[in-house]
């Protein structure tokens, strides 16, 4: 079984349009959730820490659930600008697992 | 943005070359990483230095061999490597273990 899992896509979605996506991880002693965004061809760069609680960062909503071992990330009023590649970022002391990554693209 | 820099950002080399990779952190991290990403497959975590140890060191064959002499610079020596290690090979900073990691912006690697 792989650490973290994510559903690879593609979503394709219109401008304004919601979408959302889960992630799924292996170890329940996981202690720090992310998800990063890359785009093609580029490094990853932090989008935004996932906290137990859920947080919202603009148009983006996180949600952590640590029974059920998933993370979640939802976009509202998406932008063309958030074509990307979304990767699932689980920490365990030094070592961070990455899922494969979802990626999102959205049209005109 | 020039928090974590990487050089080269391109190479081409042969199987019996040997060249390294440089990578240099200015945010005063305690903590380095080396990153493989492969085409449509999730990053391999390398290597990891914290305050100039190494720290974890994932299974990677001998024939690429890290180097932290400081807590600023990390290095990734290559030598008599095979095609199939072309990839983008990332680094990475952290203040400490379970901080955010900030990327560089990758060497591209290509193996002949």
């Known amino acids: 079984r792989k650490e973290v899992e994510q559903d690879p896509g593609p979503f394709n979605v219109p401008e304004g349009a919601t979408v959302a996506f889960n992630c799924t991880y292996s170890?329940?002693?996981?202690?720090?959730f992310f998800w990063y965004r890359q785009d093609c061809r580029k490094e990853p760069k932090l989008l935004m820490s996932v906290y137990s609680s859920g947080n919202e960062d603009g148009r983006f909503t996180a949600q952590l659930n640590r029974a059920s071992q998933y993370i979640s990330l939802l976009i509202r009023d998406s932008k063309l600008s958030d074509s990307a590649t979304y990767l699932c970022?689980?920490?365990?002391?030094?070592?961070?697992?990455f899922g494969a990554g979802t990626t999102v693209t959205v049209r005109a | 943005e020039t928090g974590v820099t990487q050089t080269p950002r391109h190479l081409v080399m042969g199987m019996t070359n040997k060249k390294s990779l440089k990578c240099e952190q200015h945010?005063?991290?305690?903590?380095m990483y080396w990153y493989k990403q492969s085409a449509k497959k999730p990053l391999e975590l390398m290597f990891v230095y914290s305050l100039e140890e190494r720290v974890e060191n994932n299974s990677v064959p001998s024939r690429f061999s890290p180097e932290c002499p400081n807590s600023s610079h990390l290095f990734l020596h290559l030598h008599t490597l095979q095609p199939e290690d072309s990839a983008l090979y990332l680094c990475?900073?952290?203040?400490?273990?379970?901080?955010?990691?900030?990327f560089g912006p990758g060497t591209r690697l290509t193996v002949l």
């Open positions: 970022v689980v920490n365990d002391d030094y070592k961070l697992s």
């Open positions: 170890n329940s002693a996981s202690q720090s």
């Open positions: 945010l005063g991290h305690n903590a």
């Open positions: 990475a900073s952290s203040q400490d273990a379970t901080d955010t990691q900030y």
